[in-house]
C-alpha cells in the first residue's frame, strides 16, 4: 500500500467523483474512502478544511480542493494527457472546467434541494454515511435534520425565487447543447477525457443520481452515455482540432459562459471587492442577485491568469470575441 494514495469522499459529492475519475484514468493506485464517522480521526489529519473530496498522498500529504488536486497531480502522472495540444482547444477546455466547478455546481445544488422528492433523496443518502448502522426512524431523523440544514443553504449558489427558473432553464439547455455535441464523439474534445470532462461531468453525474436531475438528464441518451463512460474513462483515440469541435461546441460558450457564467462572476468579483453584502446583475436570462461568494472571486482571478499567460492569443482571441468571453478574461481584477 506504499504508493497508493486515498481519497476520502463521497458519491454524492460532485468534486469527489471528479477527482476519483481522474485517478482511474489515470491508473494511479488508489484507495477510495467513504468519509463518516470510523475514519474521520483519519481524514483530519490531512485536511484544513472539513472539506471532500480530500486526498493523501503516499508522502503522506493532504491534498484539498478539486481542480488543483488535478493539476498537481497531471504534473507527476503526464500521460495520458488531459490536455489538448491545439492551445484554442487548450484553453477553452481548462474554461470549461472551471464552469463546471463553478456554474455547474448551481444546477446539481440547486436540483438537489427544489424539490421534495430530491431532498428526501439526497437527504437520506447523505444521512447513510454519517451513520452506516442506522436504519428505520433514526436513520429519518438524522436525514429529517440534513433535509432542514442543506434546503436553507441554496442561497449558497445563488438559488432563491428570481434565479430558480435561470438556473433550470440553463441545465436544460445545457444538456441540450452537450447531447448535441456529444453525438459525433465519445467526450468533451474528441476520443479522450479532456480538463472540462472531469469538471462538468462530476456535477451532472450527481444530478443524475437525484430524481429529477435523472429524468432531465435521461432525455439525453448521448449525455447518459457520457455520464456512465466518465465512471471508468479511457483514452479511445485522439483529441481533435477546435475546426472540428466548434461548429457544436461554441454555441454552448456563448449561452453558458460567455452570457452567463462570465458576467456573474465579474459581478460577484466586484461585489465583493467594493465590501457589498448582495449583488445584482442582468444576465442573458434575466436580472440575478445573490450574496458575493468568496471562493468564485478567486477563481475567476485564478482564470484570468490563466489567459493573461497564454503566449500567443492569435488563434485564442478571436473565438473567445465570437464566444462573448474574452472582455470578462481580460478585465483587470477590481
Known amino acids: 500500500m506504499a504508493d497508493v494514495h486515498r481519497i476520502w469522499g463521497a458519491e454524492i459529492s460532485p468534486y469527489s467523483v471528479k477527482v476519483r475519475s481522474y485517478f482511474r484514468y489515470k491508473g494511479i493506485p488508489h484507495e477510495w474512502i467513504v468519509r463518516g464517522p470510523d475514519n474521520m480521526e483519519e481524514y483530519q489529519k490531512y485536511s484544513k478544511l472539513p472539506l471532500i473530496p480530500t486526498v493523501a498522498t503516499p508522502d503522506d500529504e493532504g491534498m484539498q480542493d478539486s481542480t488543483p488536486i488535478l493539476e498537481k497531480l497531471e504534473a507527476h502522472f503526464p500521460e495520458p494527457s488531459i490536455h489538448p495540444g491545439d492551445p484554442v482547444s487548450n484553453f477553452v477546455s481548462a474554461l470549461l472546467e472551471e464552469f463546471g466547478d463553478e456554474w455547474g455546481n448551481k444546477w446539481m445544488f440547486h436540483l438537489r434541494w427544489a424539490r421534495e422528492a430530491d431532498q428526501d433523496s439526497a437527504a437520506e443518502r447523505i444521512a447513510q454515511t454519517m451513520a452506516p448502522g442506522a436504519s428505520g426512524d433514526p436513520l429519518r431523523g438524522i436525514a429529517d435534520g440534513i433535509k432542514d440544514r442543506m434546503v436553507n443553504r441554496v442561497w449558497f449558489v445563488g438559488s432563491n425565487e428570481q434565479t430558480a427558473p435561470q438556473i433550470e432553464e440553463s441545465f436544460r439547455d445545457g444538456l441540450h447543447q452537450i447531447a448535441a455535441h456529444l453525438q459525433t464523439r465519445p467526450y468533451l474534445f474528441g476520443a479522450r477525457p479532456a480538463f472540462a470532462d472531469f469538471g462538468l461531468w462530476g456535477q451532472i453525474y450527481n444530478a443524475w443520481t437525484d430524481p429529477t436531475g435523472k429524468e432531465w438528464v435521461e432525455e439525453h441518451p448521448a449525455v447518459v452515455s457520457w455520464v456512465q463512460r466518465m465512471l471508468e474513462p479511457k483514452a479511445e483515440g485522439s483529441f481533435e482540432p477546435w475546426s472540428a469541435l466548434a461548429p457544436t461546441l461554441l454555441p454552448f460558450l456563448q ?13 460577484n468579483s466586484k461585489a465583493l471587492a467594493g465590501g457589498q453584502e448582495e449583488f445584482s446583475v442582468e444576465l442573458a436570462s434575466g436580472s440575478w442577485s ?3 461568494q468568496k471562493y468564485h472571486a478567486r477563481s475567476l482571478a485564478a482564470l484570468r491568469q490563466r ?3 497564454v503566449p500567443d492569443k492569435t488563434e485564442l482571441d478571436p473565438v473567445l470575441e465570437r464566444a462573448g468571453c474574452r472582455a470578462w478574461l481580460a478585465a483587470a481584477a477590481p
Open 307 to 309: 489567459y493573461a499567460a
Open 290 to 292: 445573490q450574496k458575493p
Open 255 to 267: 449561452s453558458q459562459v460567455g452570457a452567463l457564467f462570465l458576467p456573474w462572476s465579474d459581478a
